[in-house]
Nanobody, 127 residues
Framework: QVQLAESGGGLVQAGGSLRVSCVAS????????MAWFRQEPGKEREFVAA????????NYADSVKGRFTISRDNAKNAVYLQMNSLKPEDTAVYYC????????????????????WGQGTQVTVSS
């Protein structure tokens, strides 16, 4: 069973940048599709970005397209989310998620498709 741990969250001013990381233990991430979701208090968990196990396919929520970039380093067992031009509405807890990929380009945007989750890291964007 893979265990995920996020880091890199924090407080940043609007327009600034932040990179959050997710490192896996117990299992290599090479066989997993990886994703980032976020959640604000009282709201449902929202898809942010996903990357196929090969790294060749990515998908982004419309709200972050052109500002956020998801990447992975399978040698380091890690996935990253580079967030630029941050807005106050990006404020949320960001969660890393993983799911075994049945084929190389498998990618999902729905939380229930992912079995493994990190504990989350808080990102706060001040106006």
């Amino acid at each position: 069973q893979v265990q995920l741990a996020e880091s890199g969250g924090g407080l940043v001013q609007a327009g600034g940048s932040l990179r959050v990381s997710c490192v896996a233990s117990r299992r290599t991430l090479r066989s997993y599709t990886m994703a980032w979701f976020r959640q604000e208090p009282g709201k449902e968990r929202e898809f942010v970005a996903a990357i196929s196990r090969s790294g060749a396919i990515t998908n982004y929520a419309d709200s972050v397209k052109g500002r956020f970039t998801i990447s992975r380093d399978n040698a380091k067992n890690a996935v990253y989310l580079q967030m630029n031009s941050l807005k106050p509405e990006d404020t949320a807890v960001y969660y890393c998620a993983a799911e075994i990929a049945p084929y190389a380009d498998a990618i999902w945007t729905i939380p229930r498709e992912y079995d493994y989750w990190g504990q989350g890291t808080q990102v706060t964007v001040s106006s």
